[in-house]
């Protein structure tokens, strides 16, 4: 069953009655075909409608979507012979990051992801898409390795945040989140980084201080969810519309910002209503933004993000 959202209900009513008349049988003098074809037209223009005025609050809704792609999604489609390497070789394996070699157009690289699962014992397992620090020192190592080794990274981000309890603060969360950043900073590789749904504070930007920022057209980027945020200038999570929109979290607000080079305009309706064709978009463009990096020396390569990031903010201080 597809899941609709609260502001999708005029498309699920008429998706509904569409499925009703495919299930009926035809009645005398009624063609049912032709009624099909004019409540899918109808449906397709209330869908174009809705997506194209979304609130900053209605796309974190999207971004959130159960049923949109997600990282062990896009390494599946994108990566060939992809081997998961597990474990940070210091405390445990962390199921919300997950990584691997594998081929990306025939080339070797290194994925990354954040994985936030797909149903309940998935969605557990990967504890949700929150990194405890064995993540990302596992993350970290990684990056390392594929350095070691010449190979490009490609990081998926889809994340809520880092996990806040205790245990992941008493090994050293912020640390490991840290130690993550500069890793991605230090590469000597090309790293490419996609935000495909959520991209949450610390936890994300672990994974996405990249040559370059690729992210999906309903996806989020913000340095808090628009619930914290709420709770902390309000006290009340309810306000969470209102900060979405002042945070500027939004694929658009933030290519306007220069802080991601490039957004992926997703199908309509969004990426979970056609996972396949998203995929195959992000990966046109990986391959596109990865080809003129492959060439750069180390130095080249850390110097451009570098200068990328300490960018970010001089007009606006201007």
Known sequence: MRHFLDFEKPVAELEEKIDELRRMSAPDGMNIEEEVSRLTEKADRQLRTTYAKLTPWQKTQVARHPDRPKALDYIGQLIADYTPLDGDRAFADDGAMVGGLGRFEGRPVMVIG?????????????????????????????????????????????????????????????????????????????????????????????????????????????????????????????????????????????????????????????AHRAPAETVAAVGAQIAAMLEPLVGLEPEA??????????????????
């Open 301 to 318: 390569l850390r110097a451009q993000r570098r200068e990328k990031f300490l960018a970010m903010g001089r007009e606006l201080g201007a």
């Open 114 to 270: 954040t994985e936030k699962g797909s149903d309940t014992d998935t969605r557990v397992k990967h504890n949700f898409g929150s990194a405890k620090p064995e993540g990302y020192r596992k993350a970290r190592r990684l990056m390392e390795l594929a350095g070691r080794f010449k190979l490009p990274i490609l990081t998926f981000v889809d994340t809520s945040g880092a996990f806040p309890g205790i245990d992941a603060e008493a090994r050293g969360q912020a640390e490991a989140i840290a130690r993550s950043i500069e890793a991605c900073l230090e590469a000597p590789v090309p790293v490419i980084a996609t935000i495909i749904g959520e991209g949450g504070s610390g936890g994300a930007i672990a994974l996405a201080a990249a040559n370059r920022v690729l992210m999906l057209e309903h996806a989020v980027y913000s340095v808090i969810s628009p619930e914290g945020c709420a709770s902390i200038l309000w006290r009340d999570a309810v306000q969470a519309p209102a900060a979405a929109e002042a945070m500027k979290l939004t694929a658009a607000d933030l290519k306007g910002l220069s802080l991601v080079d490039a957004v992926v305009a997703e199908p309509l309706g969004g």
